[in-house]
T-cell receptor
Framework: GAGVSQSPSNKVTEKGKDVELRCDPISGHTALYWYRQSLGQGLEFLIYFQGNSAPDKSGLPSDRFSAERTGGSVSTLTIQRTQQEDSAVYLC?????????????FGPGTRLLVL | QQQVKQSPQSLIVQKGGISIINCAYENTAFDYFPWYQQFPGKGPALLIAIRPDVSEKKEGRFTISFNKSAKQFSLHIMDSQPGDSATYFCAASRGGVDTNAGKSTFGDGTTLTVKP
């Protein structure tokens, strides 16, 4: 069966532009997570969705970052007025139920480069 | 404040050798400790995981050793192979269906190179 998919796989943008990153979770998974992985770093939690609501947005690094999820499925992470420090791999994971890492399946990530 | 500290940052091992990666955590509320393997251009894939009620878990060539009192856990890769060359991440999370479920914390990763 299909795993978690993310698009685009790579994105190069200019400083100040807005970008949208998409995550398609595994069908039927109610929980969806966004993480950021900077070069040489571990994963940094950004936001968690249970259905369409986000009980925890505490990991979003600034108000330039926002995310939404519609229909309990696809999620979009939007970064406004991108900065060079936003360059990273953005990973999405989904889970059949809201829980810790034990049930999360990761997508391949979107590699974002802000010039 | 980093809640999970991983070492070493990089590791080179000869084929057939034992690779050992260590992690230390701070939050005693964590109850699930996975290790992930990540190849370039791919997302992390769960390799093996342990809960604090056991001190060791073995799956094939991979073993987790867990020391609850010291708040440390380690990954041992026996008979290391060139195909094991990847980045390995430890993590800690708290299970449950609540807002804290997503607040997992990861180590910074160890780049393992297994030489033929």
């Amino acid at each position: 069966g299909a795993g978690v998919s993310q698009s685009p796989s790579n994105k190069v943008t200019e400083k100040g532009k807005d970008v949208e990153l998409r995550c398609d979770p595994i069908s039927g998974h109610t929980a969806l997570y966004w993480y950021r992985q900077s070069l040489g770093q571990g994963l940094e939690f950004l936001i968690y969705f249970q259905g369409n609501s986000a009980p925890d947005k505490s990991g979003l690094p600034s108000d330039r970052f926002s995310a939404e999820r519609t229909g309990g499925s696809v999620s979009t992470l939007t970064i406004q007025r991108t900065q060079q420090e936003d360059s990273a791999v953005y990973l999405c994971a989904s889970s059949p139920r809201g829980s810790g890492l034990e049930t999360q399946y990761f997508g391949p990530g979107t590699r974002l480069l802000v010039l | 404040q980093q809640q999970v500290k991983q070492s070493p940052q990089s590791l080179i091992v000869q084929k057939g050798g034992i690779s050992i990666i260590n992690c230390a955590y701070e939050n005693t509320a964590f109850d699930y400790f996975p290790w992930y393997q990540q190849f370039p251009g791919k997302g992390p894939a769960l390799l093996i995981a342990i809960r604090p009620d056991v001190s060791e878990k073995k799956e094939g060539r991979f073993t987790i050793s867990f020391n609850k009192s010291a708040k440390q856990f380690s990954l041992h890769i026996m008979d290391s192979q060139p195909g094991d060359s990847a980045t390995y991440f430890c993590a800690a999370s708290r299970g449950g269906v609540d807002t804290n479920a997503g607040k997992s914390t990861f180590g910074d990763g160890t780049t393992l190179t297994v030489k033929p």
